[in-house]
């Protein structure tokens, strides 16, 4: 368990006494269970389509492969559209598209969103069509709400390349030949004499004439587990028909393009469907190199200028949030409740959903975070037995049985996470989760990990995070805030004023809305500015305690009776 995450070795942390009262966790090896984190769904029929793809991946820790819809529903809305019964018609938002009820009720399509976005033309019926901005949303990598992905080709970029009539646009079928087009945010296209990769064609796509790589052909006919409606079977994730049921006609050759992920410039190939984008990053670790990019998302924001939220607890630095963290002691309730709390951040595999509903049952006001190590290796946690020896390096000086965590082997250790996050976590019912001791990179993990490979890390828990409808904080990092604020809701920091890193807190998290939670264990906080910056500073004990113990200690900035900085 880990309480201060250890920052370039520039201190050695007291050894404390670990209360370690491991709970039984029952793993269920690849059988599924009950899908407690299923999204809601509007309709029977949208209901089946949702569950033949993404019930499996839902149910399944670690299924392998990622959601065809999303695990979230963003927004279930009566949209206009003059040939359905009233003029209204049911649709349902997904990350990764939109679910639309035909006008005769009878079955689900799921709309041809990139042509809306592309053109700026709002389909309200079948001839009729709303004027509107095409899209500014890149069409990959990080949002540019803030100038952090600028470069990259949004979905107006598109305009003079796409084809949605027959002869518009075509290219010569070019089978088995690698893939040399790019295209930058002007759409201005080029022919690059050295790609970033070889890619070839796979397919040559008539009907609108277009080109399609062999990494989005071998996507698009992936086979696994699917959900008949009574049990599962293996069959084709994307439908017998996946042209017609999921991504529908290329309208676009393949591009190459220039984005950033994660703050980090990257080449990524992207081609533009009728109803889905495709994205392949060849430095990507492999299980993430082809990818969907989240079209229903874009979509919703583009069309109601700003969207509909993603229901996730997103804390601001509007008022103080009075907030209680305890690790080395085991929550009990209600001995450890405190009044004015609003916040309680406690250990996901050591707590208990009833514990959770009793803290939520106080308040309609009460969060509670899942704490959790997702950057070392615990040989006390239940399932330890998981973590193969390759990933296992050097340990994490001042915490016995405590190994740092080789965190480029995403396809072992992210599987792990995801479960942590399912059973500690989600099942449970915790609102957010305080993934630590991610900042792997600046310590002595006996692993050459780059910075960049630490920051595809963390943007990735942070996305499986959002994917279970999570709140996520970033914890630590500091030097890294800049580059990570945008993936995360909240950061919860140590000692940046003793070590003078505060500024980049403010000017990341806080100065774009984020609340940022800060814990000092040897010096004062420097409350007048923490409190003018609208920064939740206090003074705590290291070992984070449990309120009735003599050694607890909680100084904060803003008095938890007050409300106002």
């Given at each position: 368990m880990h309480?201060?995450?250890?920052?370039?070795?520039r201190?050695?942390l007291?050894?404390?006494l670990?209360?370690?009262?491991?709970?039984?966790?029952?793993?269920?090896?690849y059988?599924?269970h009950?899908?407690?984190?299923?999204?809601?769904v509007?309709?029977?029929?949208?209901?089946a389509m949702?569950?033949?793809?993404?019930?499996?991946?839902?149910?399944v820790?670690?299924?392998?492969?990622?959601?065809t819809?999303?695990?979230n529903?963003l927004?279930?809305?009566?949209e206009?559209?003059?040939?359905?019964?009233?003029g209204?018609r049911l649709?349902?938002?997904?990350?990764?598209?939109?679910?639309?009820?035909?006008?005769?009720?009878?079955?689900?399509?799921?709309?041809?969103?990139?042509?809306?976005?592309?053109?700026g033309?709002?389909?309200?019926?079948?001839n009729?069509?709303?004027?509107?901005?095409?899209?500014?949303?890149?069409?990959?990598g990080?949002s540019?709400a803030?100038g952090g992905n600028?470069?990259?080709?949004?979905?107006?970029?598109?305009?003079?390349v796409?084809?949605?009539n027959?002869g518009e646009?075509?290219?010569?079928?070019?089978l088995?030949q690698p893939?040399t087009?790019?295209?930058d945010?002007?759409?201005?296209?080029?022919?690059?004499?050295?790609?970033?990769?070889?890619?070839l064609?796979?397919?040559?796509?008539?009907?609108l004439?277009?080109?399609?790589?062999?990494?989005?052909?071998d996507?698009q006919?992936?086979?696994?587990?699917?959900w008949?409606?009574?049990?599962y079977?293996?069959?084709?994730?994307?439908t017998?028909?996946?042209?017609?049921?999921?991504f529908g006609y290329?309208?676009?050759?393949?591009?190459?393009i220039k984005?950033?992920?994660?703050?980090?410039?990257k080449d990524?190939l992207?081609q533009l469907?009728?109803r889905?984008?495709?994205?392949?990053?060849?430095t990507n670790?492999?299980?993430?190199?082809?990818?969907?990019?989240?079209i229903g998302?874009h979509?919703?924001q583009?069309?109601y200028?700003?969207?509909?939220?993603?229901?996730?607890?997103?804390p601001t630095p509007?008022?103080?949030?009075h907030?209680?963290?305890q690790?080395s002691?085991?929550?009990?309730?209600?001995r450890d409740?405190l009044?004015n709390?609003?916040?309680?951040?406690?250990?996901?595999e050591k707590t208990?959903?009833?514990t959770?509903?009793k803290l939520h049952?106080?308040?309609?006001?009460?969060?509670?975070?899942?704490?959790?190590?997702a950057?070392?290796?615990?040989?006390?946690?239940?399932?330890?037995?998981?973590?193969?020896?390759?990933v296992?390096?050097n340990?994490?000086?001042?915490?016995?049985?405590?190994?740092?965590l080789d965190?480029?082997?995403t396809?072992?250790l992210l599987?792990?996470?995801?479960?942590?996050?399912?059973?500690?976590?989600?099942?449970?019912?915790?609102?957010?989760?305080?993934?630590?001791?991610?900042?792997?990179?600046s310590n002595?993990?006996?692993?050459?990990?780059t910075k960049?490979?630490?920051?595809f890390?963390?943007m990735?828990?942070?996305?499986?995070?959002?994917?279970?409808?999570?709140?996520?904080?970033?914890?630590?990092?500091?030097?890294?805030?800049g580059e990570?604020w945008q993936?995360f809701?909240?950061t919860?920091?140590e000692?940046?004023?003793?070590?003078?890193?505060?500024?980049?807190?403010?000017s990341?998290?806080?100065?774009?809305?984020?609340?940022v939670?800060n814990?000092?264990?040897?010096?004062?906080?420097?409350?007048s500015?923490?409190?003018?910056?609208?920064?939740?500073?206090?003074?705590?004990d290291?070992?984070?305690?449990?309120?009735?113990?003599?050694?607890?200690?909680y100084?904060?900035?803003?008095p938890?009776?007050?409300?106002?900085?």
């Open positions: 309480v201060v995450t250890t920052r370039n070795m201190f050695l007291v050894l404390f670990l209360i370690a009262l491991v709970i039984s966790i029952f793993i269920i090896a059988a599924p009950p899908a407690e984190s299923a999204p809601a509007a309709n029977p029929k949208f209901n949702w569950e033949y793809s993404d019930k499996y991946v839902n149910d820790p670690g299924a392998g492969r990622g959601f819809w999303g695990p529903s927004a279930v809305l009566q206009d559209y003059q040939e359905a019964p009233g209204k649709v349902q938002y997904f990350d990764k598209s939109r679910m639309e009820l035909s006008p005769d009720g009878k079955y689900v399509t799921n709309g041809l969103l990139t042509k809306e976005l592309v053109t033309q709002r389909q309200d019926g079948d009729i069509f709303t004027p509107l901005s095409p899209s500014d949303i890149p069409v990959a990080d540019n803030n600028a470069l990259a080709p949004t979905y107006a970029s598109f305009q003079n796409i084809s949605f027959p646009n075509t290219a010569q079928a070019q088995n893939i087009l790019s295209i945010k002007a759409g201005k296209t080029l022919n690059l004499n050295n790609p970033p990769a070889k890619v064609i796979g397919y040559y796509e008539p009907t004439g277009h080109n399609v790589p062999t990494v989005f052909q996507y006919n992936l086979m696994g587990q699917v008949n409606g009574s049990s079977q293996k069959g084709a994730v994307y017998d028909n996946p042209t017609a049921n999921v290329p309208v676009t050759e393949a591009y190459w984005a950033n992920v994660a703050g980090t410039e990524v992207v469907f009728e889905r984008v495709m994205t392949y990053t060849p670790p492999e299980a993430f190199r082809v990818e969907m990019g989240n998302q979509y919703l583009w069309r200028s700003g969207g509909v939220p993603l229901a996730v607890w997103k509007d008022q103080p949030i907030w209680h963290w690790l002691d085991e929550f009990v309730y209600p409740v009044p709390v609003t916040v309680y951040d406690i250990d996901g208990s959903a009833e959770v509903a049952a106080l308040s309609p006001d009460i969060k509670v975070i899942c704490y959790f190590d950057g070392v290796y615990e040989s006390y946690r239940s399932d330890a037995g998981r973590f193969p020896a390759s296992i390096g340990a994490d000086v001042g915490w016995d049985n405590s190994y740092w965190i480029r082997q396809d072992i599987p792990i996470m995801q479960d942590r996050i399912q059973h500690w976590c989600k099942d449970k019912g915790f609102d957010a989760i305080e993934p630590d001791e991610t900042e792997v990179w002595d993990s006996g692993f050459a990990i960049e490979q630490n920051n890390y963390n990735k828990i942070a996305e499986m995070a959002h994917a279970a409808g999570l709140s996520v904080g970033l914890k630590g990092n500091t030097s890294e805030t990570l993936y809701d909240w919860l920091n000692q940046c004023w003793e070590y003078d890193e505060c500024d980049n807190l403010k990341s998290f806080i100065d774009h809305g984020k609340a939670f814990i000092e264990y040897n010096v004062n906080p420097l409350c500015t923490a409190n003018s910056w609208h920064m939740n500073s206090a003074r705590r290291l070992n984070l305690v449990n309120p009735t113990s003599s050694k607890y200690r100084s904060p900035c803003v938890d009776t007050k409300n106002s900085w």
